[in-house]
């Protein structure tokens, strides 16, 4: 049976803000039933939204017994869609002298290694849908792209987890799962600052379509949410 758009089935990490949320407001817009994971969620727009195709379900990405937990809680739940959105930009200051070892292995941890622990859990339940793991990742992650320097954290971090796309689309390619890696776009939020060129309904729209016109065929790329290929 072919799926139609309204029975289609997304998990989402870090939805309680920014492009996580908007992502979330687009997909139930659009009739899908969204399970939306948060850290916190109490008073936030997150928790103002009733819908009833949405589920609140609290994780650490950073906590491999949060993520067992919710691997319980979607025992037998086809999923079309996975989007690792959780991520954090550690210290605003990451020039060269600044850099301890600390923060670096937090955001390694988050950022990284995080989720590649959310898809050897959830991969399954992406099988029978042959369904798309989509990591967020970022453009600052490209190495032929670097011009800048510094933000070494930030940087190194969606490096690795940009490997972490290739190696899972290789090894998941034979069940027909799909995964790629993404670039919001430098968004005005949180984590993107005041500065950023677009803005976060502009950023998940851009998403979402690229989403949506993905085949297997697209499976270890890394793309722009305007769909344009951004180099390793």
């Known amino acids: 049976m072919t799926l139609t758009e309204d029975t289609k089935k997304l998990l989402i990490t870090g939805a309680n803000r920014g492009i996580g949320l908007q992502l979330t407001q687009h997909y139930l817009a659009n009739g899908w039933r969204v399970y939306a994971t948060y850290r916190q969620h109490t ?11 949405l589920t609140l379900l609290p994780l650490d990405v950073a906590d491999d017994s949060s993520i067992a937990q919710l691997q319980q809680h979607l025992v ?6 996975i989007i690792n959105n959780a991520g954090v930009f550690g210290p605003r200051d990451q020039s060269l002298g600044t850099i301890t070892r600390e923060q670096w292995l937090e ?8 989720p590649l622990m959310l898809a050897q859990a959830l991969y399954a339940n992406l099988v029978a ?3 798309t793991f989509a990591i967020i990742s970022s453009k600052v992650g490209s ?4 011009q800048g320097g510094s933000l070494y954290l930030y940087r190194s971090s969606k490096t690795a987890v940009n490997q972490v796309v290739k190696s899972l689309s290789i090894d998941l390619a034979g069940q027909g799962i799909t995964v790629v890696a993404l670039h919001p776009g430098w968004v005005r939020t949180d984590m993107g600052g005041p500065n950023g060129l677009i803005d976060t309904p502009t950023s998940a729209n851009g998403l979402r379509q690229v989403l949506g016109s993905l085949t297997h065929s697209d499976t270890g790329r890394f793309i722009n949410y305007d769909g344009t290929e951004i180099p390793w």
């Open 107 to 114: 955001v390694l941890n988050v950022n990284s290694i995080a």
């Open 143 to 146: 190495i032929e792209d670097n």
């Open 76 to 81: 037998g739940v086809d999923l079309d869609l």
């Open 129 to 131: 849908t042959k369904g």
């Open 43 to 53: 008073g936030t727009e997150l928790a103002a939204l009733n819908c009833d195709k």
